[in-house]
């Protein structure tokens, strides 16, 4: 699943820096940059106040080994830094203060209550009571325990891990952060190349962390202290990257590919797009070697025609795995969704659901949803040289589908899409079509966009996007569903948003909800995290996360929009990150913990 806005800014770049000769940044900037990055440009590029939400460690990778490697080869070191200096803000290592780190560094707590990675293995996204120590009747007494701003206005990205009494959360600018679940005081930070927006996975004995990075990298580190074990490149195209979190189980890991190439391919006729294939991957979990690696497409791209300027088309790309795997250890399976084709020629394994075998990752079946779907966010607006002929309606996965037993042998596998609908597959009969279901109008930014959630009763609760730029208002709410049936039991819509007149708001939620027994968590891209009654969609709490918040770490925060990443519940404490600006949302960078009456 991608953003109107592409998946790195630092991709923008690309556009921006040609060879420099002065050694000053605001020059280097001024001189090669400016003409771009100025308002109305019909670049499009970022102004330069967005830019400079950025971290210098970030632009700096994307100068020196990321997607504008190749406009940074020509420059020496001194300008490089030069113009990531001038751009870029201090990055979460180095702005953190010393105030900010636990007193003593105490051993994970074994046995503590978690909530590891992105969900289990099926996806639910449920807490069982014991684990989640939070009862339906305790949670109108939620009030905020302690908050964690991440440095350099950098965006609260990913899903936060609970581990042994500890909280590991990644950021925008690549920082993992290691803290103490009760307090926020921090253990430990680490930094990967690129954002990483992945959850945290916690080896089953506790002393490994995995995620993965926008740079196509997957991490292995000591889960104790921070210092990396492993780290492999999943795929060495420029523009691949990991946003999917990652499934451990037994001793291989099972990642999912994506890739960002598309956005800003389409104005562009001296890029030669496109050629990223999606992937499914397996590693082994103590060394980093993979195992196997399976493509979504089954040829590398051909050429297909040439620009304006001469420059080779080039076909069929795209079929990100965009989210996290559904593991099926009774068929020995993997369920992904899959993304759109970038380019014309389609192909047969576009916005389907894929099933691969866990041990040799041959391809089970593909349940093929949207056929002919050839769509490239950059083309938006206008008809770009590298912009599909037929245009189709971006009507991807970008969401884990849920598998749920339904007794009497009987299994379905439910899983949302950017079209709207809502889909039940049967994973026993090839991915057959049990049921659909329309909830909500669809579009690029429309329908499910990154998850959902079920309980133990077999009822699924799906977020609604529907994200509408011009409309604040539009959009929003949250529906329960029967998934033995696709029956929808009841839909909630989104309250007015209180902040209509600030940039970005949006009563959408496309972020993915949690679940506890008689209770649904749901975060908005209006900053709003709310809890609603199971039994009706009632909405019996609600956190206005928009506002500043004083620290545990003494970094300046602010709450913003709720999207891509979801709440975890573990011992009684509701963690949510706040903040987001890939599509035009509001920014924030905090990490909030709630618990009853804050104690």
Same mark, same amino acid.
């Given at each position: 699943m991608?953003?109107?806005?592409?998946?790195?800014?630092?991709?923008f770049?690309?556009?921006?820096?040609?060879?420099?000769q002065?050694q000053?940044?605001?020059?280097?900037?001024q001189?090669?940059?400016a003409?771009c990055?100025?308002?109305?440009?019909?670049?499009?590029?970022?102004?330069?106040?967005?830019?400079?939400?950025?971290?210098?460690?970030?632009?700096? &990778?994307a100068?020196?080994?990321?997607?504008?490697?190749?406009i940074?080869?020509?420059?020496?070191?001194?300008?490089r830094?030069?113009?990531?200096?001038?751009?870029?803000?201090?990055?979460?290592?180095?702005a953190m203060?010393?105030?900010?780190?636990?007193?003593?560094?105490?051993?994970?707590?074994k046995?503590?209550?978690?909530?590891?990675?992105?969900a289990?293995?099926?996806?639910?996204?449920?807490?069982?009571?014991?684990?989640?120590g939070?009862?339906?009747?305790?949670?109108?007494?939620?009030?905020?325990?302690?908050?964690?701003?991440?440095?350099?206005?950098?965006?609260?990205?990913?899903?936060?891990?609970?581990?042994?009494?500890?909280?590991?959360?990644?950021?925008?600018?690549?920082?993992?952060?290691?803290?103490?679940?009760?307090?926020?005081?921090l253990?430990?930070?680490?930094?990967?190349?690129?954002?990483?927006?992945?959850?945290?996975?916690?080896?089953?004995?506790?002393?490994?962390?995995?995620?993965?990075?926008?740079?196509?990298?997957?991490h292995?580190?000591?889960?104790?202290?921070?210092?990396?074990?492993?780290?492999?490149?999943?795929?060495e195209?420029?523009f691949?990257?990991?946003?999917?979190t990652?499934?451990?189980?037994?001793?291989?890991?099972y990642?999912?590919v994506?890739?960002?190439?598309?956005?800003?391919?389409?104005?562009?006729?001296?890029?030669?797009?496109?050629?990223?294939?999606?992937s499914?991957?397996?590693?082994?979990?103590?060394?980093?070697?993979?195992?196997?690696?399976?493509?979504?497409?089954?040829?590398?791209?051909?050429?297909?025609?040439?620009?304006?300027?001469?420059?080779p088309?080039?076909?069929?790309?795209?079929?990100?795995?965009?989210s996290?795997?559904?593991?099926?250890l009774?068929?020995?399976?993997?369920?992904?969704?899959?993304?759109?084709?970038?380019?014309?020629?389609?192909?047969?394994?576009?916005?389907a659901?894929?099933?691969?075998?866990?041990?040799?990752?041959?391809?089970?079946?593909?349940?093929?949803?949207?056929?002919?779907?050839?769509?490239?966010f950059?083309c938006?607006g206008?008809?770009?040289?590298?912009?599909?002929?037929?245009?189709?309606k971006d &009507?991807d996965?970008?969401?884990?589908?849920?598998?749920?037993?339904l007794?009497?042998?009987?299994?379905?596998?439910?899983?949302?899409?950017?079209?709207?609908?809502?889909h039940?597959?049967?994973?026993?009969?090839q991915?057959?079509?049990?049921w659909?279901t329309?909830?909500?109008?669809?579009?690029?930014?429309?329908g499910?966009?990154?998850?959902?959630?079920s309980?133990?009763?077999?009822i699924?609760?799906?977020?609604?996007?529907?994200?509408?730029?011009g409309?604040p208002?539009?959009?929003?709410?949250?529906?329960?569903?029967?998934?033995?049936?696709?029956?929808?039991?009841?839909?909630?819509?989104?309250p007015?948003p209180?902040?209509?007149?600030?940039?970005g708001?949006?009563?959408?939620q496309?972020?993915?909800?949690?679940?506890?027994p008689?209770?649904?968590?749901?975060?908005?891209m209006?900053g709003?995290?709310?809890?609603?009654?199971?039994?009706?969609?009632?909405?019996?709490?609600?956190?206005?996360?928009?506002?500043?918040?004083?620290?545990?770490?003494?970094?300046?925060?602010?709450?913003?929009s709720?999207?891509?990443?979801?709440?975890?519940?573990a011992?009684g404490i509701?963690?949510?990150n706040?903040?987001?600006?890939?599509?035009?949302?509001?920014?924030g960078?905090?990490?909030?913990?709630?618990?009853?009456?804050?104690?």
């Open positions: 991608k953003s109107s806005v592409p998946l790195r800014i630092s991709a770049l690309i556009l921006i820096c040609g060879a420099a002065a000053d940044g605001a020059a280097l900037f001189a090669n940059c003409t990055h100025s308002a109305g440009s019909a670049a499009g590029a970022p102004l330069p106040e967005t830019l400079r939400q950025m971290t210098t460690k970030s632009i700096l &990778a100068l020196e080994s990321g997607k504008m490697r190749a940074g080869e020509p420059l020496n070191a001194g300008q830094g030069a113009i990531a200096k001038y751009l870029g803000l201090a990055s979460g290592a180095e203060p010393a105030s900010a780190r636990c007193s003593t560094r105490a051993a994970p707590a046995g503590a209550p978690a909530w590891n990675g992105w289990d293995a099926a996806n639910t996204r449920f807490q069982p009571a014991k684990a989640a939070l009862t339906a009747a305790a949670v109108p007494k939620l009030k905020l325990k302690w908050a964690f701003g991440f440095p350099g206005l950098t965006t609260a990205f990913a899903s936060p891990t609970v581990y042994g009494g500890r909280v590991f959360v990644g950021s925008a600018d690549g920082t993992v952060y290691s803290l103490n679940a009760s307090t926020g005081c253990y430990w930070t680490y930094e990967a190349e690129e954002g990483v927006r992945t959850a945290v996975v916690i080896s089953n004995n506790g002393q490994t962390a995995y995620f993965g990075d926008l740079h196509g990298n997957l292995a580190v000591n889960a104790n202290t921070g210092a990396m074990i492993w780290k492999t490149r999943v795929d195209y420029p691949a990257v990991v946003t999917g990652p499934k451990l189980e037994g001793n291989r890991l990642v999912g994506s890739g960002g190439e598309e956005p800003v391919s389409a104005g562009n006729p001296m890029f030669e797009c496109c050629k990223f294939r999606g499914m991957v397996a590693l082994d979990a103590a060394t980093g070697k993979q195992i196997w690696k399976t493509h979504t497409i089954a040829d590398a791209a051909k050429i297909t025609g040439r620009t304006s300027v001469g420059t088309t080039w076909g069929p790309a795209g079929v990100s795995i965009w996290a795997p559904t593991i099926d009774q068929k020995k399976a993997i369920y992904v969704g899959t993304g759109i084709n970038f380019t014309q020629p389609t192909t047969p394994n576009s916005d659901v894929m099933a691969f075998d866990m041990d040799s990752g041959r391809i089970l079946w593909s349940q093929q949803l949207t056929p002919g779907d050839a769509f490239n950059g938006q206008g008809n770009g040289p590298n912009c599909p002929k037929d245009a189709g &009507a996965f970008g969401n884990s589908g849920i598998l749920r037993s007794g009497n042998g009987k299994r379905v596998l439910v899983i949302g899409q950017k079209s709207g609908m809502l039940g597959l049967d994973p026993d009969q991915g057959k079509i049990v659909q329309r909830i909500a109008a669809g579009g690029p930014q429309g499910v966009i990154w998850g959902s959630a309980d133990d009763k077999g699924a609760y799906i977020g609604i996007s529907d994200w509408n730029p409309k208002d539009a959009g929003g709410g949250l529906a329960a569903v029967q998934m033995g049936t696709g029956e929808r039991l009841w839909t909630t819509p989104a007015k209180a902040c209509m007149t600030v940039p708001c949006s009563a959408a496309p972020a993915p909800p949690a679940v506890i008689g209770v649904v968590f749901l975060g908005s209006d709003h995290m709310r809890a609603y009654d199971a039994k009706d969609g009632k909405i019996i709490w609600d956190f206005d996360t928009l506002r500043d918040f004083q620290t545990v770490n003494g970094v300046k925060a602010r709450g913003g709720i999207n891509a990443g979801a709440p975890a519940v011992g509701l963690y949510t706040s903040g987001y600006a890939r599509i035009p949302s509001i920014p960078n905090v990490l909030l913990a709630f618990s009853v009456d804050g104690k």
